[in-house]
């Protein structure tokens, strides 16, 4: 936290372009994307990017450079569970950069006069995904020595959870078998969610993202912690 405190402002501009620069990009492709449906997929699945970066990548790096820093092992002393460890990186992060995560939302309805609803439930949906994704990023982070290796890999893996699941495509329009995978992905069930959000049609359908959403989270919350030893070397 001290960290980020201390180049918050970085981490704010860099949170802030690339979620917008995806909004207005996405919708130039071709002739151009006018239709409502087509927005909304691309303004949300801007907004999921951006949190599943935040929630992957960041941890990842993270747990990476204090390796390499010699820094783990201080924390790996400690009588402080990995989860609680994580959820603080992840959380630290979040209170920056969830101004960019909300700025595709509001850039999208302002620049393609979209009416939205900004409902109370996004702010909860946001983090819940980051915390979905931050597992994976702790294992990386753990068993991968060198640094410049785990960005590599997260940003194949991150581009690959993203484009597989139905973030910025609807499930019909993907091959059968990466329907199937979209359904074992956070983001497939955080990008409905959002859109359930914006579009005012919160009901089963929502509730029960948000509850699988959850139920991931404990799942891998249980195996970080049970399985998953600091690895310090």
Not at 16 to 43: K, N, Q
Not at 47 to 61: E, H, K, P, Q, W
Not at 84 to 94: D, E, N, T, Y
Not at 177 to 190: E, K
Request: a neutral charge; charged letters at 10%; glycine letters at 6%.
């Amino acid at each position: 936290m001290l960290e980020i405190r201390t180049i918050w402002y970085w981490y704010l501009l860099f949170s802030l372009f690339l979620p917008l620069a995806m909004v207005f990009g996405f919708a130039r492709m071709g002739s151009g994307l006018t239709d409502r449906a087509s927005l909304i997929y691309i303004i949300s699945g801007s907004a999921i990017f951006s949190v599943a970066n935040d929630g992957l990548y960041t941890v990842a790096v993270r747990i990476g450079s204090m390796k390499k820093e010699g820094m783990l092992l201080y924390y790996a002393s400690l009588p402080i569970s990995k989860v609680a460890f994580v959820v603080a990186i992840v959380l630290a992060r979040l209170v920056v950069t969830l101004p960019g995560m909300l700025a595709p939302l509001v850039f999208g309805s302002l620049v393609y006069h979209i009416d939205l609803d900004f409902s109370p439930w996004i702010v909860l949906l946001l983090p819940l995904m980051a915390l979905a994704m931050c597992s994976i990023g702790m294992a990386l982070g753990s068993f991968i020595n060198s640094l410049e290796l785990i960005q590599i890999v997260v940003n194949m893996l991150l581009f690959m959870l993203v484009m597989a699941a139905p973030v910025f495509i609807p499930m019909e329009a993907l091959p059968a078998p990466m329907q199937i995978l979209g359904y074992l992905l956070p983001p497939t069930y955080a990008a409905d969610a959002l859109r359930h959000a914006l579009n005012q049609t919160i009901g089963t359908a929502f509730y029960t993202d948000i509850a699988v959403l959850t139920g991931m989270i404990i799942l891998s919350f249980f195996v970080l912690n049970r399985w998953l030893r600091w690895q310090i070397k």
